[in-house]
């Protein structure tokens, strides 16, 4: 297959160049070059089993080091795959929220401090308004602004996954990863996941990697097409779905996939 380098114009908030991810010998990731705008959703769409997930943990360097990652992934001009680039300073910048919502078996306060308190901050002053803050960037706040000692636990699904994504803006961070963030929700809580991340959007770069062709040609704002480990297409959402490159992004969108 041709090597397709995903270029735009755009101010761009990240970037990996001939990126592959390879887990022992089993490679799954191949020489993949994409560039993020800042400030915009872009949606990653594929089959099952293409790599989405493994390319989307490499950009905040989730993969533990038994994972080989190659090639570039530029973040503000630095390499940031180098060894000598501390991962734990590169996801304090890059923030994740999973598949499943994930809060701790705490308060929903003490789920936005926890990590707040690890990072060093732990002025209440600075501590209460960065819970406030990001529970209101996550459209949670009017629904648990009463009790905000409740166990995180007893929230609804969507309630949880709002959390997580208020758990990640906690820290400030600059780009939000996020791996099929609504599959796990009714159709209500992914209409509130979706519409809290088009807000988010002015603030942040979102990548979400996703199933669902609607949801992609819902929210984002930018696609790109995996096939097999590569990148095969990338443009504006509407261009994407409307008039695909190649026929093998035109036959996955419309359902054919085979
Ligand atoms: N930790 C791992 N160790 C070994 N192989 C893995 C690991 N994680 C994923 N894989 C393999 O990598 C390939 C790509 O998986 P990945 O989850 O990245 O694809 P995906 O496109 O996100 O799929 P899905 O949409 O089903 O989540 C699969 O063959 C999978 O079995």
Request: hydrophobic share 35%; charged share 25%; aromatic share 8%.
């Amino acid at each position: 297959m041709e090597n397709y380098i995903a270029k735009t114009n755009l101010e761009l908030a990240i970037e990996t160049k001939n990126l592959e991810v390879i887990y022992g010998d089993h490679q799954v990731v191949f020489d993949s070059s994409l560039e993020f705008p800042r400030h915009k959703i872009t949606a990653i769409i594929g089959a099952s089993g293409s790599g989405k997930s493994t390319y989307l943990r490499s950009l905040n360097r989730m993969h533990d080091k038994t994972v080989t990652v190659n090639g570039q992934i530029v973040y503000r001009g630095v390499d940031i795959n180098q060894p000598s680039v501390n991962a734990y300073e590169v996801r304090k910048q890059i923030g994740m929220v999973f598949q499943r919502p994930n809060p701790f078996a705490k308060s929903i306060r003490n789920n936005l401090v926890f990590p707040l308190k690890e990072n060093g901050i732990t002025d209440k002053r600075v501590l209460d308004e960065r819970v406030e803050e990001s529970l209101k960037e996550a459209a949670l706040w009017d629904e648990v602004k009463d009790d905000l000692n409740k166990s995180a636990l007893e929230l609804s699904g969507g309630q949880q996954q709002r959390l997580c994504i208020a758990r990640a803006l906690a820290l400030r961070p600059d780009i939000l990863l996020m791996d099929e963030p609504a599959s796990a929700l009714d159709p209500i809580s992914t209409e509130k996941v979706e519409a809290t991340m088009r807000k988010l959007r002015r603030n942040y770069t979102i990548i979400i990697v996703t199933h669902n062709m609607q949801q992609a040609s819902r929210v984002s704002d930018f696609t790109t097409f995996f096939h097999q480990g590569r990148v095969v297409e990338f443009a504006p959402t509407q261009e994407l779905f409307q008039t695909p490159r190649v026929k093998m992004t035109e036959d996955y969108i419309s359902g054919n996939f085979g």
